[in-house]
């Protein structure tokens, strides 16, 4: 339908109030607000409605636009991050510009954060008039569209970013799968069984990294890092730093014979795959499924690097293959992308933090991540539980929630290590048939199989004390033996057990970079620290950067199933934008009127990304609408006002702030 | 201190002349920090003083000093900026500029005779809810305890000053 002549001043207001159920009514006298809202200059119709966002309330708002002839539309509701898309729609539906309408925040900023309903009503009353007034001088707008480059880039190649770059890449889309250390398999690389099923986690996870390798959509980079993302959705350059292998990815075959080769006969590098309860030379494969299948030189313990004397034996058995380069150097390589997955993964708790705890100082007192290599058959002791002196434990204590669920470590409960606690347990118990203890404050089994599987590990004989441990220090009575002491909170009594082994049940973390990482994607975290998805519930992959998506415990503590479903779902946002090939934007950006523009060219050093130029004839600014991102920051320095934003525009701020004032 | 301000309805009517000051207060957010601390707090059910409205934008940098002269013009006590911390700006450095333009504008406004505590810039991120609470009671506090804006005398002392 045509649009009808739509000044400011013979604007027709529409004012919706929604009740949200009882979430805005209970605080806020919607009643009075309507009556309120009707009596403003420039409303025709002012309503309210239990949910405004529901399809009734979406049709009582487009009966208001086609039947009153409205112009214009205001929605007192929630926040416009939740629902002001929708009720652009609706407004567009009803057969309106979208932009003809303004969202007034009722939910979040009045109703929940008051208790004072007269107040609390008061302020609606002022929001809603700064809206109307601001509403009507309202233009229409055309959203920008974008296109989308197809290729996709993961940060990340832990089970997360294994997962979705196999996803896409089976869709047909080219991804770039970018991990920083020298092979992908993360974390996951490291477990010996999952929980609940105790499946082999090699078992499962190498094919699919064999997969990533020989996939042809998958450029696989290892030992790379992102140093620099510039652009916006559809459009994203960003710089890869390749750090040096010393060993060319494409002349090694992994025949491995440089690491016999190696000058070091034995192996005295202490291995970090293996939490450094294993040794490893100079030249390795970081664990013998690793991908790619490529052995990488340490810069730190290589006698050639230290000395530069070594008679490198590896390049004499590499022979022909000529695979070993001590001159490689830091490359860099940018690349165009349209969308991001980050798949950065988590940070194992240090326990050292806990001084109380003993780690590091007393040698039996291990990590979970530690006792999880022990277990493992690949580890460094072939799947024995020994402890470091060799001795088998015959009790094992396992403590749980160390770094999680504590005032003064983090607050944030892991949602794991309950699991892996029993896990470990069980498999302790397997291996050693020692006596296991667990001492937690709270069992969190929440999910398919895990109550299960708990009570089959209470079942198999591992002993539960209810009570958050206290203290472990040395037994006095038993020579290598550490005492546990916790309160057991069912029995109210204090416990001190011996044991040979401590298992401390480490919680997740962010990164400790990712607050670096966080700024140079244009991310927000929360509070404890991992990435901040745009809706909890709604848009729990999607963030506030259009185009980049969240998988794995980048973005909060999870399990591999949790993961996977994650990496799936970012994988089918990213998808969602491929396959329309474009991307429709808030035109929020900013124009030069040229007949008022002097060409003082203050606007021009401001602009952060380089979108604005002097036309040189003219000399007046002019803003590359592509490149804008709708700041403002050149609008607000204007000298002369001759920068506008859509939307923002000067004229529609002022009538808001001054329709704020306006009380009656 | 309370949740919520007792009679706040009458004196945001300014009908109730008896009834204790209560501050107004023009807050300028940014749509990717500020504003959705607002919002956390609002889902986490943070209570605090209801005398500030907020007028979302973009960017701290978007913030024009006209914007806030036109809020004490008509009648705000006080004005916030809520940005991005340092380094965090979702434009990269709209933060910066908003800082700057502050510094001045504080100056500005001495000149003018308001007490420049009645202008505040918070750096307030999106998981800092607790933090935007804490902000908006201190805010309110602060302008409580200065008083309604009187911008009469600084008119007579402009007057006098154009007159010479």
Redesign the interface.
Known sequence: MAEPTNTASSARVGVYVCHCGTNIADTVDVNALTDYAATLPGVTVARNYKYACSTPGQELIKRGIRELNLTRVVVAAC???LHEKTFRNVTAEGGLNPYYFHMV?L????S?????K??????AK??IR?AVRRVRLHRPLVRKRVSIDPNVLIVGGGIAGIHAALTLANAGKHVYLIERDATIGGHMAMFDKTFPTLDCAACILTPKMTSVKSHPNITLWTLSEITQVDGYVGNYRVTVKHKPRYVLEDACVGCMECIDACVYKQAKVPDGFNMYLGKRKPIYIPFPQAVPQVVVIDRESCIEFKSGKCKKTCVEVCGDRKAIDFQQQEKIEIIDVGTIILATGFFTFDAKRIPYYGYGTYPNVYTGLEVERLVNAAGPTGGEVVLRDGRKPKTVGIVHCVGSRDENTNRHCSRVCCMYSLKLAHLIKEKTDAEVFNFYIDMRTPGKGFEEFYNRVAEEGTVFIRGRVADIYPDPASEGRLLIVAEDTLMSIVRRIPVDMVVLSTGLEPQPDAQEVR?RF?L????EGFF?ERHPKLAPVST??DGIFLAGCCQGPKDIPDTVAQAGAAAAEALALIDIGYVEQDP?TAQVLEEVCSGCKTCIP?C??QAISLLEEKKKAQINEVLC?????C???CPSGSIT?NL?E?EE??E???G????? | MP????N??QA????AVQSPFEP?I?AFFCN??T??A??L???S????A?NV???????S???????VL??FA???DGVLIGGCHP??C?????NY?ALR?YRLLKRLLGQMGIEEERLRLEWI????AERFRWVMNDMVEHVRVLGPLHFEPAKEVFAEEVAV
């Open positions: 926040s416009p991050c925040n939910r979040e900023h009045a929940w954060v008051h208790t004072d007269q107040a609390a009503t008061e302020k002022d929001l700064a700024r244009h927000s975290c929360s509070s901040l506030f950067t929020c401001l952060p990304y991102k709708g700041c403002g920051t609008v607000a320095s934003q923002f000067d701020i002022f808001e702030v001054e704020l004032l306006a009380y009656a | 949740d919520a301000m007792p706040s309805s945001m009517t300014a009908v107004r023009v990717w920090c504003y959705l607002a919002d707090a609002g889902t059910r943070l209570k605090y209801a409205r907020v007028v979302r934008v973009m960017c940098g978007r913030v024009d000093p006209q914007f036109d809020a008509h009648g705000a380094g965090d979702h434009y990269q450095e709209g500029k333009r991120s999106a998981s800092e």
